[in-house]
Nanobody, 123 residues
Framework: QVRLVESGGGLVQAGGSLGLSCAASGRTFSTYAMGWFRQAPGKEREFVVAINRSGGSTDYADSVKGRFTISRDNAKNTVYLQMNSLKPEDTGVYYC????????????????WGQGTQVTVSS
């Protein structure tokens, strides 16, 4: 099991940028595919982006494609999410998640989750 801790959330105006980090404990991070999910108030958790174990393959939700970028540094046990051109509808709690094997867009496929970090985009 890997412990995940997100950081970097906050309040930003529409059109602005924000970067999130997810630091993982343990020595198995490089065997983990990682994903970012988000949950807005009153809505179900939704997929944002995923990255495979090496970082060579990514998968984005259509709603964030071209605006968000995921990356990872296996030497630092960290996955990053750079969010540009933010919109009010990007507001929510952002969670990073990990799973062994290939990356997935389904939250039920992930076994480890961070506590979440709040992102608020004002209009």
């Amino acid at each position: 099991q890997v412990r995940l801790v997100e950081s970097g959330g906050g309040l930003v105006q529409a059109g602005g940028s924000l970067g999130l980090s997810c630091a993982a404990s343990g020595r198995t991070f490089s065997t983990y595919a990682m994903g970012w999910f988000r949950q807005a108030p009153g809505k179900e958790r939704e997929f944002v982006v995923a990255i495979n174990r090496s970082g060579g393959s990514t998968d984005y939700a259509d709603s964030v494609k071209g605006r968000f970028t995921i990356s990872r540094d296996n030497a630092k046990n960290t996955v990053y999410l750079q969010m540009n051109s933010l919109k009010p509808e990007d507001t929510g709690v952002y969670y990073c998640a990990g799973r062994y094997g290939s990356s997935s867009t389904r939250s039920n496929d992930y076994i480890d989750w961070g506590q979440g970090t709040q992102v608020t985009v004002s209009s």
